[in-house]
């Protein structure tokens, strides 16, 4: 771990977001200091341009973005949550070609590549399946219609990338703002864990999107069937595995951990989704071990041991593909 980066963000895990994580699992929103404390560090503008002061770190793959989202995830998982949405939001703004995408990347990205501002995902529109969020044109712009069953970070960021599909099936993805009103509205979601992450289904009901406000317009595409949903995500169950290991001091474990790294690292597009299940199947078995370990005061409501465990389950189906989830069954035992 000789990345200067990535040692900030396991220095800033150890000493900052771990000692705070108990509070924060029961806190209603992810404290503004800790997001503060990520900006200050340098943490939100790991993929932006450099112009923008940004690091352009590559995002979906192995290095040093993957490797500062499994650090801070073995300081807390729910700041960790929001802090790395806002990035697949700066990229997609960044890299939009569209003069209106464009023109936003220059007045959004220094603010957010610097964390003054924050950003969110509404991404309904990427997803297959038969009910995703709709966007008919209108006067000047385009209305969205339907439902995004999470978006994370409501309250706590200040733009969000929606995406959502066209009758001729084309993908549109609107840079909006996170407020309410009689076309847009939030419901919190109550979560296992991760709850501070303030995570909202929202409902869309005629809400105008202008033009200028438009990012990407494309032919959408479904994912692939072996989809393994982002390398990075697979950081995040490593990160909870690494605390665990932690806690519980040297063992095995840590060999697996080092080994299902190697496999995340070395995964082409078509094994990730069975390296991802490893990952999230090792962070179960590995607070699991951590309860079995510290004994009976692990179920206590305030201790590490029972938040990690919880942690543990809320990744079976965060960032979860069809190929994932039937991976994780059969390392479940329960594959057919």
């Known amino acids: 771990m000789s990345d200067p980066v990535v040692q ?11 000692p705070a994580a108990l509070e924060t ?17 340098g943490l939100f503008g790991l993929v932006g341009a450099r112009e923008h002061g940004g690091l352009e770190l590559a995002l979906g793959s192995a290095g040093t973005f993957s490797d500062v989202v499994e650090a801070l995830a073995s300081g807390c998982l729910a700041t960790t949550f929001v802090w790395v949405q806002h990035h697949f939001a700066v990229h997609a703004l960044a890299t939009s070609d569209s003069p209106e995408g464009v023109a936003l990347a220059r007045e959004w990205s220094p603010w957010l590549c610097a964390g003054t501002r924050r950003a969110g995902l509404a ?14 044109p209108a006067p000047g712009g385009w ?6 069953p999470w978006m994370t970070g409501w309250t706590l960021v200040d733009a969000v990338l929606a ?3 066209t009758s001729d099936q084309r993908a549109l993805g609107a840079w909006l703002d996170p407020i309410e009103s009689d076309s847009l509205r939030a419901t919190p979601q109550r979560l296992v864990a991760t709850n501070a992450s ?32 982002g390398r990075s995500n697979g950081s995040l169950a490593l990160g909870v595995a690494r605390r665990a290991c932690r806690l519980i001091g040297p063992s095995p474990l840590d060999a697996e951990l080092d080994a299902r790294r190697a496999q995340l ?52 189906v965060f960032g ?15 594959g057919g």
């Not at 699992?25 to 560090?41: F, N, S």
């Not at 979860?320 to 329960?334: D, F, N, T, V, W």
């Open 8 to 18: 900030t963000a396991q220095r800033l895990a150890d000493e900052l977001l771990f």
């Open 265 to 316: 690292d070395s995964s082409s597009d078509e094994t990730l989704a069975v390296a991802r299940a490893a990952a999230v199947e090792l962070s179960l078995r590995a607070s699991a071990a951590l309860i079995t370990h510290q004994g009976s005061r692990s179920i206590v409501a305030g201790s590490h041991a029972q938040r990690l465990a919880r942690e543990a389950l809320f990744l079976l």
């Open 163 to 165: 995406t959502a599909r």
């Open 25 to 41: 699992d029961a806190a209603a929103r992810v404290p503004e200091h800790l997001l503060r404390a990520l900006a200050d560090a």
């Open 123 to 136: 991404l309904s529109g990427s997803r297959p399946g038969p009910d995703p969020l709709r966007a008919r």
């Open 198 to 229: 303030c995570s909202v289904e929202l409902q869309f009901h005629a809400h105008f999107v202008p033009h200028e406000r438009v990012i990407a317009l494309a032919p959408y595409v479904p994912p692939p069937a072996y989809d393994g949903g």
């Open 143 to 148: 209305q969205l219609d339907g439902r995004v």
């Open 320 to 334: 979860s593909r069809p190929a994932i989830k039937q991976a994780l069954l059969g390392e479940l035992g329960a």
